[in-house]
């Protein structure tokens, strides 16, 4: 929803990683483990990732170290892209089997009938919020009238405020919306605005009281925005229907890996910082326990409502955030994943 996560390159050399994602073009290929051994042949499957490794991947990067995917016979390989809004179209292209993206643009995607589905809610509430400093006494959408709002620039920025401002009462056009490019905390701690939207209470909330600077914040779906998944695992049409077993055994692996993760932090921070050292160990293990419910509340980790996927469909669509018929109900499917899994 216009978090600068998801169209950041924080490092220019992440965009090495993406250097032989389209190099050929299956995006899972079985692999011989070794023919002396008569070892089932491996399969290797690409993951794109929505930003670099952060506490929203410590359930993938746990079961890739425990083993979660290799007792399934699936070797995944996490790849950040250079454009992180590209893994929907990536993995419709046949460029990645999967990709960790938003059900917001898996549902865009789907008005536009590109052939992708989710198979697994990761995120099963929304982690975006609108944050401002303690000091500007910002505790509710109508206190944003008068007041100078950071944003990155996303479509969908001036509609979720308006909605969180109608939904408390206050006319929608009362705030007023400054584009700061990509430097939302920075704009925000410098008090060149006085609020921002599209940032994380799971993240830059925690950044931000980590240099000292205790912050508000504002849920999106507590004030007027439908629930709907953070992140969501996606796949294509045509992987789906031709290698389900990778499908399933992938699912599964992560439900896994993200129920070990959320009750053993500590081992998902190893897990993490192994992937990339720069990440800082308080930030991610403070991330990590908020985290916690917002992965296992549902009757098994990974499952999606119908009903809030539709409703959610009808409320993008209703505010202009999306265009076209989604088909709500064919975005998704639950097939492929174990049940009771917490």
Request: aromatic share 8%.
């Amino acid at each position: 929803m216009g978090n600068p996560r998801r169209v950041t390159l924080l490092f220019a050399v992440f965009s090495l990683y993406l250097a032989g994602c389209g190099a050929g073009s299956n995006a899972a290929k079985s692999i011989d483990t070794g023919s002396v051994s008569g070892a089932p042949a491996v399969q290797a499957a690409s993951i794109v990732l929505d930003w670099y490794p952060n506490s929203d991947h410590g359930g993938l990067y746990t079961a890739m170290q425990r083993g979660y995917f290799a007792k399934r016979g699936v070797t995944v390989i996490p790849r950040v892209p250079s454009d992180t809004s590209a893994q929907i179209r990536l993995v419709a292209a046949g460029r990645a089997a999967f990709g960790f993206s938003y059900e917001t643009d898996l549902l865009a995607a789907r008005a536009h009938h590109v052939p992708v589905q989710s198979v697994m809610c990761i995120m099963q509430h929304p982690l975006d919020t609108v944050m401002s400093l303690k000091s500007a006494h910002i505790t509710r959408p109508r206190d944003l009238i008068g007041k100078r709002i950071g944003m990155a620039g996303s479509p969908s920025d001036a509609p979720l405020v308006s909605a969180m401002m109608k939904h408390d009462g206050a006319p929608p056009s009362g705030a007023h919306l400054v584009n700061v490019g990509y430097n939302l905390l920075p704009a925000l701690l410098s008090k060149r605005v006085d609020a921002i939207v599209g940032v994380y209470w799971t993240w830059e909330a925690i950044q931000a009281q980590m240099k000292g600077h205790p912050v508000s914040t504002m849920r999106v779906e507590k004030w007027g925005v439908p629930n709907y998944c953070e992140l969501v695992l996606v796949a294509s049409d045509s992987v789906i229907l031709t290698q389900p077993a990778l499908v399933r055994n992938t699912v599964q692996a992560l439900q896994q890996g993200y129920a070990y993760a959320e009750s053993h932090p500590q081992e998902a921070w190893n897990a993490l910082h192994a992937a990339d050292k720069t990440l800082d160990r308080d930030l991610v293990l403070r991330s990590l326990q908020l985290l916690r419910p917002v992965v296992t509340d549902a009757p098994t980790i990974g499952e999606q409502n119908g009903a809030q996927w539709r409703y959610y469909a009808r409320w993008l669509t209703a505010n202009k955030l999306i265009s076209g018929d989604p088909d709500a109900a064919h975005a998704f499917t639950n097939r492929f994943l174990r049940a009771n899994v917490r």
